[in-house]
């Protein structure tokens, strides 16, 4: 599990977003006692502590103490191999995986490092977790460098199935609390415990009507039917995930923290021959502070009809208080998607983000129609599953070949 080609969004992304998770404190003792030798390599006990720490911390099921165990046997394995075809990876490069890690959660790497010592793992681990992923990587590309190829035939097969697939539409609810800055890590603490008392719709929905800071609270957090496609990849990977009922572990939304509970999910019918379009969402914001903030919004409300006259009520102000732009759904941040996602052009909507007051409005949601397929995504796409089938395979041949011995 940890080759970082390997870690999806969509599995990871989720796993991430508890990562303020109290875990159980590790035992002072013996902790750099070998627990095991892999090819004559220690494995310290401390080691596997932290590497349980981390996997409770990313929601990980199973015996974590064994998938922990697992794990750092793999590493041990991936380094070896990577240290016998002279590759490492520079302080840059490792920075930048521990960045594109922490970028999964919606984080900064100083962020996510932060939120990880609070719950006892050390930066090292971390880096030593990212490394391990960083140079296995690089072994894979130059074992199998032009070994592997995928044919026109295949990514025309790929593009044909994907065609055919039925979208999607969703009923969720949200619960979603202010986290003004320094108090994220106890606004998830929060919002974990209130996850944990909720066993039921009605109990989601009494938690949102008495905690929520959504306008949503005042019907329990219920949203109405909406295509998948309106939410951003970040938070559609999330309900994904799901089962109905289900609530979702913390989810950081820049600003707040929210949790989602799928209440029903089901396929919209296609016309033949059109596959799932992409949507491009225009949309307005408008920062105020954030005391009185609702007030202003509601005043803000009563006087505009569409995105352009937020222009005149900006006349004047700095340049950063009014912010419109065109994204793909799908590209959206996870705060910012969900609050448009069930909007009607020209309506909005306001929330708490940290230490301002957002004022959001859908300008206009267009579809993207008869979008090419990108040849050399699918391809990409096709050629990393392959990879990754071929990594799996090499990597339990060198474990198999291993003298793997307890002290």
Not at 136 to 162: L, N
Not at 193 to 204: D, P, Q
Request: proline share 5%.
């Amino acid at each position: 599990m940890t080759r970082l080609s390997a870690l999806r969004p969509s599995v990871f992304v989720i796993a991430a977003m508890a990562l303020f998770v109290v875990a159980a404190p590790i035992s002072a003792q013996n902790l750099f006692a070998p627990r095991l030798y892999v090819n004559d390599r220690a494995v310290t006990e401390f080691e596997v502590q932290q590497r349980v720490q981390m996997l409770q911390l990313f929601r990980t099921p199973g015996d974590l103490e064994a998938e922990a165990t697992k794990a750092l046997i793999e590493d041990r394995l991936r380094m070896a191999e990577a240290k016998a075809l002279k590759i490492s990876a520079t302080p840059d490069q490792i920075m930048a995986g521990m960045e594109e890690f922490a970028g999964r959660a919606q984080m900064t790497a100083e962020q996510f490092i932060g939120a990880l010592e609070q719950s006892g793992v050390s930066s090292q681990s971390f880096r030593d977790f990212v490394e391990a992923g960083l140079v296995w990587r690089e072994v894979i590309r130059q074992r199998y460098a032009g070994k592997v190829v995928i044919s026109d035939a295949e990514v025309a097969k790929a593009i044909a199935a994907g065609d055919q697939g039925a979208a999607l539409r969703v009923l969720i609810s949200e619960l979603v609390l202010p986290a003004p800055e320094g108090q994220e890590a106890a606004v998830i603490a929060r919002a974990e415990r209130l996850r944990a008392g909720i066993t039921s719709e009605g109990g989601f929905a009494a938690a949102a009507r008495q905690f929520s800071a959504s306008a949503t609270a005042g019907r329990g957090g219920r949203l109405d039917w909406m295509p998948l496609a309106n939410l951003p990849a970040a938070l559609s990977g999330i309900i994904l995930g799901l089962a109905p009922g289900e609530v979702s572990a913390p989810v950081p939304l820049g600003g707040a923290v929210g949790l989602f509970q799928l209440r029903a999910i089901e396929q919209i019918e296609q016309i033949e021959g059109a596959g799932p379009k992409a949507i491009d969402v225009d949309y307005a914001q408008f920062i105020l502070p954030a005391t009185n903030g609702p007030a202003e919004a509601a005043a803000l409300r009563a006087k505009i009809d569409t995105c352009d006259d937020l222009y005149g009520v900006a006349k004047g102000l700095p340049a950063d208080r009014l912010i419109r732009e065109t994204k793909a759904a799908s590209a959206l941040s996870a705060n910012v998607g969900r609050a448009l996602a069930d909007l009607d052009p020209n309506e909005s909507v306001d929330f708490p983000s940290g230490a301002a007051h957002v004022f959001l409005m859908l300008c206009a949601r267009n579809p993207v129609l008869e979008t090419p397929a990108n040849q050399s995504a699918v391809r990409e796409q096709l050629l990393n599953q392959r990879l990754g089938i071929l990594a799996d395979s090499y990597l339990e041949e060198l474990r198999f070949n291993a003298i793997i011995r307890e002290p």
